[in-house]
């Protein structure tokens, strides 16, 4: 059966005065439908460069050098500009971490929302979408411009306009950042459920672990622009099988007892110039040796989850090197 979302082998570079630098370096990764798939790690590894490679939606500079992105079989990349105009109208939906600035504040709610539904739209048809995300003064919001709304209510139109042509493919980057605490959830609540509910699968782009582990199916944890350890998520989060994820998690405020302390990773993320041909966590680990430093680790199953590292085995057990 084909996948919903297959990305193979991708890799992209930006160009900068110094020259190139990669962003993302040999990502390999699918979904199926009605499926929530949770992209993890730290600024700078890579996760909104290839969420907005789904939609061929880079920033200017940024070159694709190898691999392909396929939706339901078809290639992003292989679309000519009609093609892909109707793709990321139809099949794609992206929800962003500013609610209030992806909305036009020069127009109304609800003509906003008439945009994103197939064909001219009706006011009632506006109503139904925005009482679907929890709006139930929904006539009152339609009226609105984005500044007369919470943050929370501007969140909520945009997973409804995401939502309104039932997409495939849904891409949510930090879609609660910019919110107060006290709503998160219900935002992933409803961003996830209605995702579920309509069959589509969600990408969801965080550096919010607990959040992660909640509500993703499976877990993509990212490192240098590749897809370092893939998997279920109630599985990467008790066993993690590769030392950034291990050391993710004892980093994580959420996850630190009462009483206990959080433990940074030191270092810094790489800035890489081509493909990496070694471990580019390497520097950063407390499991490296000798081979980490000079040999690109390949993609292996172990334990129910793919994971990029030499020394899966001794993480799992817990064993660090000598």
């Known amino acids: 059966m084909t996948p919903a979302l297959a990305i193979n082998d991708l890799a992209i570079d930006f160009r900068s005065r110094r020259g190139h ?6 990502a390999a990764l699918t979904a199926a439908c009605g499926e929530v798939l949770g992209v993890v790690g730290e600024s700078g590894c890579g996760k909104s460069t290839l969420g907005m490679a789904i939609g061929r939606l880079l920033a200017p500079g940024a070159l694709r050098v190898t691999g392909d992105i396929l939706v339901d079989g ?4 292989a679309l000519d500009d009609d093609a892909l105009r109707t793709l990321r109208a139809e099949e794609l939906g992206f929800v962003f971490q500013d609610p209030i600035g992806t909305l036009d504040p020069t127009r109304r ?3 906003q929302v008439k945009a994103a539904l197939p064909g001219r739209g009706t006011d009632r048809e506006v109503e139904a979408v925005l009482f679907e995300v929890g709006l139930s003064d929904a006539g009152r919001v339609a009226r609105s411009y984005p500044h007369e709304l919470s ?3 501007a969140q909520r139109v945009s997973i409804g306009m995401a939502l309104a042509r039932r997409p495939k493919i849904v891409i949510a980057d930090e879609p609660t950042a910019a919110l107060d605490a006290s709503i998160k959830s219900q935002i992933l609540d409803l961003l996830t459920g209605r995702c579920r509910a309509t069959g589509a699968v969600l990408i969801l782009l965080s550096h919010d672990l607990h959040a992660i582990r909640k509500y993703s199916d499976r877990v993509a944890v990212m490192y240098g622009g590749r897809l370092v350890e ?5 599985i990467i989060f008790t066993r993690p099988a590769h030392p950034y994820t291990a050391m993710l998690l004892r980093a994580s405020i959420a996850d630190v007892p009462i009483g206990g302390r959080a433990e940074p990773i030191p270092g810094a993320p ?3 110039e081509g493909r990496c041909e070694r471990c580019s966590f390497a520097p950063r680990c407390e499991w490296t040796e ?8 390949e993609a292996r199953f172990i334990a129910g989850r793919e994971v990029v590292c030499h020394r899966a085995e001794s993480v799992i057990a817990g064993v660090r090197a000598s």
């Open 74 to 77: 078809r290639s992003v990349f």
């Open 21 to 26: 630098v990669r962003a993302v370096d040999g």
């Open 151 to 153: 943050g929370g209510m």
């Open 270 to 272: 790489p800035v890489l």
């Open 230 to 234: 893939t998997g279920p998520s109630s």
């Open 109 to 111: 709610i609800g003509l």
């Open 290 to 297: 000798q081979r980490c430093t000079a040999v690109r680790p």
